[in-house]
């Protein structure tokens, strides 16, 4: 059975960091491609960052750009999203997803076939 899991979470002061995991169970992640999206309350969700197999390519949102970094351990079958100078509009829901598909749109949420259940981020002071 198929799972994937967010941590690491939580409230930040603005300009704090947070590292965001997603781990996947039921299936190998080597062979996926990996984007975190967000959604904050009344709003849509948006695409933040990818990862491809093998780490080849990442992409970011421009509001993200220079602050937050994706990486992958296929080992330990986690993607990480290290959090850097987060400001308070950054505040959301945080979702990891995975997929098969080569030629995948990153930033389209419905090329993904497997979501987490997401993991609060909260900027504040």
């Known amino acids: 059975q198929w799972q994937i899991v967010e941590s690491g979470g939580g409230l930040v002061q603005p300009g704090g960091s947070l590292r965001l995991s997603c781990q996947v169970f039921g299936f190998t992640l080597d062979y996926y491609n990996v984007g975190w999206f967000r959604q904050a309350p009344e709003k849509e969700r948006e695409a933040v960052s990818f990862?491809?197999?093998?780490?080849?390519?990442?992409n970011y949102a421009n509001s993200v750009k220079g602050r937050f970094t994706v990486s992958r351990d296929d080992a330990k079958k986690t993607v990480f999203l290290q959090m850097n100078n987060l400001k308070p509009e950054d505040t959301a829901v945080y979702y990891c997803?995975?997929?098969?598909?080569?030629?995948?749109?990153?930033?389209?949420?419905?090329?993904?076939?497997?979501w987490g259940q997401g993991t609060q981020v909260t900027v504040s002071s």
């Open positions: 990862i491809s197999v093998g780490s080849a390519r990442s």
């Open positions: 997803a995975a997929t098969y598909s080569d030629s995948v749109q990153w930033d389209r949420s419905d090329e993904y076939d497997y």
